[in-house]
T-cell receptor, first 112, second 112 residues
Framework: TQLLEQSPQFLSIQEGENLTVYCNSSSVFSSLQWYRQEPGEGPVLLVTVVTGGEVKKLKRLTFQFGDARKDSSLHITAAQPGDTGLYLCAGALGSGYSTLTFGKGTMLLVSP | KAGVTQTPRYLIKTRGQQVTLSCSPISGHRSVSWYQQTPGQGLQFLFEYFSETQRNKGNFPGRFSGRQFSNSRSEMNVSTLELGDSALYLC???????????FGPGTRLTVT
């Protein structure tokens, strides 16, 4: 059983559309991170959320941490081809020395 | 600052052989984590080293081992390679723990 479930697994949209990616768990996380990975590269950290209900914005990307710290969402407004990539959420169950557990990711393809 | 570097980038080995992968973290980062990424399982945590000590270990067989040197550089070794070990091996560094992890580009290992 995957500790972090991401949905959808794959998303293909046209440039200019909006989308939301979800990351869900039955476990409570002390923090949750979102990464984007492009082909042939390692994941790049986009944001870290630590407080239940927290909302962070990064240009056209909006990240939300659930009130109970069990889930998170990533919303992209007016998607662009440069947003194409694998979006990964990762949660830390403890603090300090704990490890990160990753979801399997959402592959986003934005066509011009 | 230079990013995380991993060598080699690509590797082809035969079943039964062993392999050593290298990771140089960002200057000043003392924590190095290793992950295995496959299409089926996603990103799975192998182990984390901090100040030359293994602090956390994932659920992988003993054929997977690692170490960290006094300059924070890290190596991981896989002995008696199996076909299922074919994967992208990612190294990530951080200043102290799981927060703000910075990934290298990975080593693509193919076992034939």
């Amino acid at each position: 059983t995957q500790l972090l479930e991401q949905s959808p697994q794959f998303l293909s949209i046209q440039e200019g559309e909006n989308l939301t990616v979800y990351c869900n768990s039955s476990s409570v996380f002390s923090s949750l991170q979102w990464y984007r990975q492009e082909p042939g590269e390692g994941p790049v950290l986009l944001v870290t959320v630590v407080t239940g209900g927290e909302v962070k914005k990064l240009k056209r990307l909006t990240f939300q941490f659930g009130d109970a710290r069990k889930d998170s969402s990533l919303h992209i407004t007016a998607a662009q081809p440069g947003d194409t990539g694998l979006y990964l959420c990762a949660g830390a169950l403890g603090s300090g020395y704990s490890t990160l557990t990753f979801g399997k990711g959402t592959m986003l393809l934005v066509s011009p | 600052k230079a990013g995380v570097t991993q060598t080699p980038r690509y590797l082809i080995k035969t079943r039964g052989q062993q392999v050593t992968l290298s990771c140089s973290p960002i200057s000043g980062h003392r924590s190095v984590s290793w992950y295995q990424q496959t299409p089926g399982q996603g990103l799975q945590f192998l182990f984390e080293y901090f100040s030359e000590t293994q602090r956390n270990k994932g659920n992988f067989p003993g054929r997977f081992s690692g170490r960290q040197f006094s300059n924070s550089r890290s190596e991981m070794n896989v002995s008696t390679l199996e076909l299922g070990d074919s994967a992208l091996y990612l190294c990530a560094s951080s200043f102290q723990g799981v927060y703000e992890q910075y990934f290298g580009p990975g080593t693509r290992l193919t076992v034939t």
